[in-house]
């Protein structure tokens, strides 16, 4: 059984990603593994201010919001799944917030980040698979930066209208990924 902590940030509600991220989550618990969904959209995080003062108040960011209370969830992960929609080719600004955050694990030498699995999971309106580019280049940079490994991407192109993602292979892909854990 692994712990699997599953990172949501799409703005719209019951979006095309977001049923994807239920598909693996749905999958992962029925194979036994425990999951922790954390919706970045709801939590309002802030950017890095690039202070350097992780962890010198015994928390990860010293401007104290939600990542601190999320902080020992995805810690304590064996696997981190990003689950977004290509907003402008990157990741919505939520996702961001989140992922600079991280910077406090790296800063705070924090060897628990370490060696964790990843995965990736992402739709977009457009049909050419180099929308991804901008989600795909961070993630794989943080999956280094962390020494941690991939265990794949689910990438569905051309959806973009809420529940587009049922006439597509995304869902299924979704479970198939959560069957690799």
């Known amino acids: 059984m692994k712990n699997v902590v599953v990172i949501t940030a799409s703005p719209r509600k019951n979006s095309n990603s977001t049923a994807m991220a239920k598909a693996f989550m749905d999958e992962a618990r029925a194979n036994g ?28 960011c010293v401007f104290d919001d939600n990542f601190n209370a999320i902080a020992d969830d ?42 964790k ?27 280094k930066g962390m020494c941690g490994t991939s265990i794949g991407e689910v990438l569905v192109p051309g959806v973009f209208k809420t529940g587009a993602i049922v006439n597509t292979d995304g869902e299924a892909r ?8």
């Open 33 to 60: 593994h425990q999951v922790k969904h954390l919706d970045a959209v709801e939590l309002h995080i802030k950017g890095c201010n690039a202070c350097d003062a992780c962890y010198s108040k015994g928390v990860p």
């Open 74 to 115: 995805i810690l304590s992960a064996d696997v981190i799944v990003l689950c977004a929609p290509v907003y402008f080719y990157t990741f919505p600004t939520q996702m961001k917030a989140v992922l600079d955050k991280f910077y406090a694990f790296a800063i705070g030498r924090k060897t628990q980040i370490r060696n």
């Open 117 to 143: 699995q990843w995965a990736l999971i992402s739709c977009c309106e457009e049909k050419p698979m180099s929308t991804f580019f901008g989600l795909e280049y961070p993630y794989e940079r943080a999956i």
């Open 174 to 181: 979704a479970r198939a990924l959560a069957d690799l854990l």
